[in-house]
């Protein structure tokens, strides 16, 4: 079954949500150009509300990496995504100081993204659009391209994932603005996303 990840959360509110819907990955947004940025300590409050039976992944942009290993070793994030110009020496660098699993996210404008994506040594991909976090996707006919399992993100809302999930079979879904409301994240919306995909 297709998992999932709903990404962006901000409030205590929306990890009771995430407790009750009992997604695969829930998401923290490190990035300070980010409407969902949390600072360390708001994260780690957060964390300690989440059940241990969900992963809490740390999204990161081009991020010191000093910060990314005291949020692992602390425990605050459970897997890392990296989200910006991060290279192959990034990522071994990385490895070096966390054995956390690491995600990659790639931008997909054509076939070269996906190619990029199949070469990456990270332990697993994330295909988004140019514009991650606001909802848009991408040319989704690019896919049957992709033979490593990948995470799908981009336009995903409880109405576009049903059909992504039976067409494509990702192996997991991200979430972020297609959950919310006023930029917030929406209960009933989160509920609907993963009945969406489960159902």
């Known amino acids: 079954m297709t998992k999932i990840k709903l990404c962006g959360l901000t409030?205590?509110?929306?990890?009771?949500?995430?407790?009750?819907?009992?997604?695969?990955?829930?998401?923290?947004?490190?990035?300070?150009?980010?409407?969902?940025?949390?600072?360390?300590?708001?994260?780690?409050t957060l964390k300690k509300l989440l059940y241990p039976e969900i992963m809490a992944v740390g999204v990161f942009v081009d991020e010191d990496i000093g910060i990314i290993k005291a949020l692992s070793e602390e425990g605050v994030i459970d897997a890392i995504q990296l989200h910006g110009r991060e290279d192959e020496a990034y990522m071994k660098r990385l490895r070096e100081i966390t054995d956390k699993p690491l995600i990659k996210a790639f931008r997909v404008e054509g076939g070269e993204d996906i190619a990029k994506a199949q070469e990456s040594t990270a332990d697993y991909v994330?295909?988004?659009?140019?514009?991650?976090?606001?909802?848009?996707?991408?040319?989704?006919?690019?896919?049957?391209?992709?033979?490593?399992?990948?995470?799908?993100?981009?336009?995903?809302?409880?109405k576009t994932v049903r059909e992504a999930v039976d067409r494509w079979h990702p192996f997991a879904v991200d979430v972020s603005s297609g959950i919310e409301t006023g930029g917030c994240k929406d209960a009933d919306k989160m509920r609907a996303f993963i009945e969406a995909v489960r159902n």
């Open 11 to 44: 409030r205590p509110c929306d990890i009771e949500t995430a407790n009750i819907l009992m997604p695969e990955y829930i998401g923290f947004v490190f990035a300070k150009n980010s409407k969902r940025y949390l600072n360390h300590s708001q994260a780690a």
């Open 126 to 158: 994330l295909l988004d659009s140019q514009s991650g976090g606001t909802g848009i996707k991408f040319n989704w006919n690019l896919l049957p391209q992709m033979s490593r399992p990948y995470f799908l993100a981009g336009g995903l809302d409880g």
